[in-house]
């Protein structure tokens, strides 16, 4: 941005000194710089990409002492910060939670709030040299949230959206790693100062990420500094749409964002499902920034049980009773047996002697009667399964 009129007094004076021409070869690095960045999006190894970024950070730090007012170089080192932080530092500290690593968490939670400290500084430090009226960006916060409001209202050029966005996605991202910090909590409205003013100025930057953004400040706040989570699902459902719900990390964060807060278990798994199958290529331009996010919806689903109660079992269905059966026909009464036929008279025999009465035959032994059968034992009473309690 400022190459140009450097080159121009450059050779106005004759002075093609060391000097200039180091302004000129750092001005033309920093247009390669911009003009190559979208490589780093199509990406589809996220670790390839944490390998390479900080050696991308100190270039353009050193661009950076050579040319100090360059809010084009700013914007972009402010990006690199705040997206570093996001997307690894913060995405290594949840791993280290999951893990109960409590010197990971610690580590990784300080090296993303660096990254984003730095990325604010950047920002607000090209607001001031957009505007230095009462000492910039920073004398304005120290003088209050009307000051600062009145401040930012003077900045309504499109090419200063970016700035807007980063610093004030890097300035809430820190407040979310600190949110014991009452002083961190206290600059929340500052945040929304810079979001508002980003919405009328461009709120279609990056893919809708405004939209996000705002959603993610009014989602995650407490009630007392305006949180509405449903208001904030209405904002992360139009970003979804408007891009065609290739930016999955819009999802994962509605998930971890507003599926939480209203305690809405069905949302939350419909969104980190739809995520992860989402093919990998779903948007060759952010390739990097959706594998990000499938990369975090594994980790959120897995926590599931810790954020929700349980499932409720499906109610047993209830038989259809049986219809009763049909009374039998009665039987047809049987035939009457005919009468038997009078018998003939026998012929008289011989009187034979009469028999010994025989000795009466024993009775037979009566069989002993079966020994009653042992009671069935009791079954025992099915065990109360208690339900899964709920980590802290």
Same mark, same amino acid.
């Given at each position: ?45 996220? /670790? ?20 100090? /007012? ?10 690199? !910060? ?8 913060? /995405? ?109 100025? /461009? ?46 990390? !819009? ?21 980190? $499902? ?43 269905? $209830? ?7 049909? #009374? ?11 009468? @038997?036929?009078?018998? &003939? ?10 028999? &010994? ?30 339900? #899964?309690? &709920?980590? @802290?």
């Amino acid at each position: 941005m400022l190459a140009r009129p450097t080159a121009v007094v450059c050779l106005a004076v004759g002075l093609v000194s060391a000097g200039c021409m180091t302004n000129l070869a750092a001005g033309t690095t920093v247009k390669v710089i911009a003009q190559a960045s979208p490589a780093i999006q199509r990406y589809e190894d996220p /670790d390839l990409a944490a390998e390479g970024i900080p050696g991308s950070i100190a270039t353009m730090e050193g661009l950076l002492e050579i040319r100090p /007012d360059d809010t084009f170089l700013r914007e972009i080192l402010a990006r690199t !910060y705040a997206s570093y932080g996001f997307g690894f530092m913060e /995405d290594r500290m949840e791993d280290a939670v999951a893990k109960d690593d409590e010197a990971g968490i610690e580590h990784y939670r300080k090296r993303a709030g660096m990254a984003y400290r730095r990325a604010r500084e950047l920002a607000l430090g090209s607001l001031t040299i957009w505007n230095d009226d009462g000492g910039g960006a920073e004398a304005q916060i120290k003088a209050g949230l009307p000051a600062f409001t009145a401040y930012v209202a003077d900045f309504d050029d499109k090419d200063q959206a970016p700035t807007l966005f980063w610093g004030a996605y890097a300035w809430a991202r820190y407040i979310g790693l600190n949110r014991d910090d009452v002083n961190a909590l206290a600059d929340l409205p500052y945040v929304t100062v810079l979001v508002e003013r980003l919405m009328k100025i /461009d709120p279609t930057y990056m893919g809708y990420a405004p939209h996000a953004l705002r959603a993610g400040l009014i989602g995650t706040a407490p009630a007392q500094l305006g949180g509405r989570p449903a208001e904030a699902k209405k904002e992360f459902e139009f970003a979804i749409a408007a891009t065609k719900g290739r930016n999955l990390m !819009y999802l994962v964060m509605e998930a971890n964002i507003v599926a939480v807060a209203l305690q809405d278990r069905a949302l939350y798994k419909q969104l980190l $499902t739809t995520a992860l199958d989402a093919p990998t290529d779903i948007d060759k331009d952010n390739r990097l920034s959706n594998q990000l996010a499938k990369r975090r919806a594994a980790r959120y689903l897995a926590d599931i049980d810790r954020l929700f109660e349980p499932e409720a079992a499906p109610a047993a269905e $209830t038989p259809e009773p049986t219809p009763p059966a049909a #009374p039998a026909a009665p039987a047809a009464p049987a035939a009457p047996a005919p009468a @038997p036929a009078a018998a &003939k008279p026998a012929a008289p025999t011989p009187t034979a002697p009469a028999a &010994k009465p025989s000795a009466p035959a024993p009775a037979p032994a009566a069989k002993p009667a079966p020994a009653p059968a042992k009671p069935a034992a009791p079954a025992a009473p099915a065990a109360t399964v208690p339900a #899964p309690a &709920k980590k @802290p």
